[in-house]
């Protein structure tokens, strides 16, 4: 059985930096992409990053581009994100997927998901 369990979430101001983890147990098996979702209160499920898990290249989605990276350990099975210059619009539950079928941001191709880390970004 494979689970992904995310940490490093919290309280920052705006400006702040987090920097998020999700360790992955279990065995993957073929595991094309793994990436980060969030989702804020009263709004749908939106793509953060992702990253093909053999290459590590990696991908981004419009509304953090250039203030977050997504990185993994492919020997320690776990996916990283580093967010920079936060903002209240961040705030959300922050959730890790793992795909066999993607490495992009399609959601619904993701098969396993943490049970996700908050991220609340004060003004």
């Known amino acids: 059985q494979v689970q992904l369990v995310e940490s490093g979430g919290g309280s920052v101001q705006a400006g702040d930096s987090l920097r998020l983890s999700c360790t992955v147990s279990?065995?993957?098996?073929?595991?094309?992409?793994m990436g980060w979702f969030r989702q804020a209160p009263g709004k749908e499920r939106e793509y953060v990053a992702s990253?093909?898990?053999?290459?590590?290249?990696?991908f981004y989605g419009d509304s953090v581009k250039g203030r977050v990276t997504v990185s993994r350990n492919g020997a320690k099975n776990s996916l990283y994100l580093q967010m920079n210059s936060l903002q209240p619009e961040d705030t959300g539950v922050y959730y890790c997927?793992?795909?066999?079928?993607?490495?992009?941001?399609?959601?619904?191709?993701?098969?396993?998901w943490g049970q996700g880390t908050q991220v609340t970004v004060s003004s």
């Open positions: 997927a793992e795909s066999r079928l993607t490495y992009r941001s399609e959601s619904d191709e993701y098969d396993y």
């Open positions: 990253v093909h898990w053999l290459t590590g290249e990696s």
């Open positions: 279990g065995r993957l098996l073929s595991t094309l992409g």
